[in-house]
């Protein structure tokens, strides 16, 4: 929410902060994926195509597949609208 708020206020360095201080604190002790679709739709938002590139990868390497279904199927996408041949090839692959 407190991501939310700042990105509202206009303030995109301080949602930054929050996003990233939450996936320090909390990405180790949950699967959930909501976070970093969170964090990387904020990023596409924000025309950060690279970073949220890395977000959605950082978190296909560390969260179980079972538990990242929806993350991939939006890094997909992402790649399909952002990425080129290549980026697309390697999701897919």
Known sequence: RY??????????????GVYERA?????????D??????????????????????IYKYALDHLPKQFAQDLFKK???FEKQHGSREGI???VV
């Open 3 to 16: 991501c939310k708020f700042e990105e509202r206020q206009g303030d995109r360095e301080k949602a930054r």
């Open 33 to 54: 994926e909501t976070l970093f679709l969170a964090f990387a739709n904020f990023e596409e938002r924000c025309a950060e195509y690279d970073r949220a590139r890395a």
């Open 23 to 31: 996936v320090e604190d909390l990405a180790e002790e949950t699967n």
């Open 89 to 91: 090839e390697d999701v």
């Open 75 to 77: 890094f997909s996408a």
